[in-house]
């Protein structure tokens, strides 16, 4: 076993794919594929499964790759501090459900860093993905929320896939409105209050069940509906169309000014959001600057 393995054997869990891993290698893929299998009939386990649209990693892979991102790591901290003048580019990803404090704390990372070279990932995506990034180790970390409504299955999906839920804080529910909505005045809002607007969501794809829905009290029946994809969409939807959603009312101003307020839900349920990590992987440095950032987010509320 080598470290070059390891490290295409990363590569290929991070891309999902032979051929995009071969591509940021710069090698073929019937080279990268062999050094694979070689890999695995050495360590007698199968990391990969092979498909049509790509690779997926088995479970036994998901533990192995863990303990080969530690190693690899260990070994560019001896490199850099031992036999480099030039620090190595350090890499870093995190998957969210779309949470503008999940980016004022990526913010906050970036600043701290500080290296002249780094390439960092916050990948803002459907539940379902983010579950599916740390499984795979494409993100270190993982960041969805909580309820009594979806508590029960996404738990057992994390069990399942070797994955930890750690939470970060809890909250009540509130609306997400327009400073300008008609409702902006009140000191609390009631469910039968919001029938008349559109109430705005985040589209989960082919797993669109409300066990994986970014908001809360999913179940609901509205008159008025509208997917989106990006935050930047359902800001817009907001304040252009009257529209609310309803999420953990944690919105740092500066990432969109005095446009939107939160205002609280009159409803007995509460949102735990929290950080998701693969049970095999210990934390880098970087995360731990990152779930620092987060920590300080939540003892701010």
Do not use: W
Not at 195 to 219: A, M, R, V, W
Not at 256 to 264: N, R, S, T
Not at 269 to 286: F, K
Request: proline share 2%; glycine share 4%.
């Amino acid at each position: 076993m080598t470290l070059q393995q390891l490290k295409y054997a990363l590569e290929v869990a991070s891309k999902g794919s032979m051929n995009e891993a071969a591509k940021d290698l710069f090698i073929s893929q019937p080279r990268l594929s062999n050094a694979i299998k070689e890999l695995e009939k050495e360590i007698k386990i199968t990391i990969f499964i092979r498909t049509n649209r790509g690779v997926t990693i088995t479970n036994e892979g998901s533990g192995f790759l863990g303990y080969a991102r530690q190693v690899l790591q260990q070994f560019n901290m001896l490199e850099e501090k031992y036999l480099s003048k030039k620090p190595a580019k350090q890499h870093f990803c995190v998957s969210t459900q779309h949470y503008t404090f999940a980016a004022n704390a990526f913010v906050e990372l970036v600043k701290e860093f500080g290296a002249s070279e780094y390439e960092f990932t916050l990948r803002e995506s459907k539940t379902f993905e983010i579950i599916e990034d740390v499984k795979n180790l494409r993100s270190e970390l993982g960041i969805i929320y909580l309820s009594n409504y979806n508590e029960s299955v996404l738990l057992k999906l994390l069990k399942e896939r070797d994955l930890t839920f750690s939470e970060l804080f809890t909250a009540k529910p509130h609306v997400f409105i327009s400073k300008r909505h008609p409702l902006a005045g009140k000191e609390s809002i009631n469910l039968e209050e919001l029938d008349d607007y559109p109430c705005l969501s985040f589209e989960q794809g082919e797993y669109n069940s409300f066990y994986f829905s970014e908001e809360i009290l999913s179940t609901r029946s509205v008159k008025k509906s509208i997917k989106v994809s990006d935050r930047a969409a359902i800001v817009n939807f907001m304040i252009g169309l009257d529209g609310y959603t309803i999420s953990s009312g944690v919105f740092p101003k500066y990432l969109h000014g005095e446009d939107i307020i939160a205002v609280p839900l009159n409803v007995d349920a509460l949102i735990r959001v929290g950080i998701m990590q693969h049970r095999d992987v210990t934390l880098s440095r970087l995360g731990e600057i990152y779930v620092e950032a987060l920590e300080s987010v939540a003892q701010e509320l």
